[in-house]
């Protein structure tokens, strides 16, 4: 059975369609992806932890996912740093584990506070060989760049 050129591109552009097209946006239940409506439903938990989020937690123990396995990690120093107006900008020192990580962004999850990604950079071990990290939360807000608009360019 031959196959015209016509058919198979036809039938190309259907197969290309539908590969584009993800189930559940078929299905109508769409709502539940981020993209919908990113101010709405942000695509990572973090973002809506403010600094008093993270200091109810003090102490707590957190699971850090590696390569290499599940560590447990405590939150022992939340420290401020300069923020712009309107913003904010904390560090959050962790300590945990005997062998050092490397810098990469890993998978955090905390019984209050759920799953969420971070940037953790190693800070070398303490007097007992555990392992410290420090991860960095700068914070601006959308009005600060609303009312910052990009420069104009030059007319030459």
Known sequence: MSTSRRKFLKASMVAALFAAV???NVSGSSSNYW??????????????????????????IFQL???????????????NMPAPTGGECFTL???????ALKQETYQLVHPSLGTFSLLLVPTGPDVNGAQGYVATINRLTYVQDLNNPPPKKKKK
């Not at 919908?36 to 003090?58: H, I, R």
């Not at 996912?65 to 420290?79: F, N, T």
């Not at 020192?93 to 062998?99: E, L, P």
């Open 22 to 24: 993800p189930l559940r």
């Open 65 to 79: 996912y590696a390569a290499s396995g599940v560590i447990e990690v405590s939150l022992k120093q939340i420290d």
């Open 93 to 99: 020192q962790f300590r945990g584990g005997s062998q």
């Open 35 to 60: 993209y919908a409506n990113p101010l709405q439903d942000p695509p990572d938990p973090l973002s809506t932890f403010s600094k008093a989020a993270f200091e109810s937690q003090l102490n707590s």
